[in-house]
């Protein structure tokens, strides 16, 4: 028996996702939210964990809840290669993509239960643009205060810089995604995952 | 026998749904993406169509691919008084928080389907909301085309407008909505789905 954590933070869903696993004979798998998924990977010792990589901050890889003998398998919405990119930084094992059908999904869960890595093959281009992530780590801080609703003077306080330097970021950040302006530049990011 | 259709753009997650109402005996449940939606309702006949409010577009009720005979059941995000809004605006009988557990929402099937209203008690405090929307028609028409990333001047020619209107618009809009500036703005208005 597989046994499996669906973690994600909204619970129809998260229940959902579990019910579809539970269809096949030899999958175990018990829903939680993110805050109690440590406590639950603690009882339920599963083999392989679920997430939503789409939940994932910004500059930060994917939560991992379960331990270190627990496989991370990530669902991941195709054009968002970023999504792709902080799954692969926790490591990840499985890659599937949201739009699959619940038989490949299972098929998934089945192949890094055994020790397999799985990759969708509707994200194979997901993965060649998320190694070619467009924006440098500081480009993404600025972006990311700027897409929190923070001025250019309240950014460059934030990050001790001169109001000058932010504006320069922000033209790069511009050039570097194709964008028009800022809001354009957020929306363009947002969309591909690295923001 | 209640027959359901379960509308949502995401693949494993309308799978997931009807898994989850599938548990139930008396409901039969399929999934359909927005586009095969129709289609699927007119071989099916469902009594209830369920779809996820969030997916609806700004200033426009929420879809129902439904025929005249079949109810429609919202998916909702608590604090997003915007997403009831549009919900209401479809005429939809039946409001359930994304958040609530499966039981609650197999209930809420059997309500709407018995000819019944049901409104999920989490929900309450947004439909307070979402009968005060702050913005008047014309400044979410401004809000969403700053959020596709149009610039005041581009704004201001699409709708016949001279910049300094458009500006003043923007002024309202972030009075209103207690925005520090147009990005922070939209972030609000986003989160609270009048976007």
Known sequence: ????????ETRLVRSGLAALLRDEEGIDAIAACWASAPGKARSF??????V?????RSGQPTSHPGGPGCALLVLASSCRPGTLRRA???KARGFVDKDAPPARFRHAINQVAAGQRYVDHTLTLDFLQAADMPLTARELTVLSLAAGGASVPEIARELHLSSGT???YMAAINR?????NRVDAIRISQGAGWL
């Open 45 to 50: 010792q599963p083999q392989v964990c679920v």
């Open 166 to 168: 932010v504006r320069n």
């Open 52 to 56: 939503d990589g789409d939940s994932a």
């Open 1 to 8: 028996m597989i046994r499996v954590l669906v973690v994600h």
């Open 88 to 90: 692969v930084a926790a």
């Open 176 to 180: 570097k995604t194709g964008a028009r």
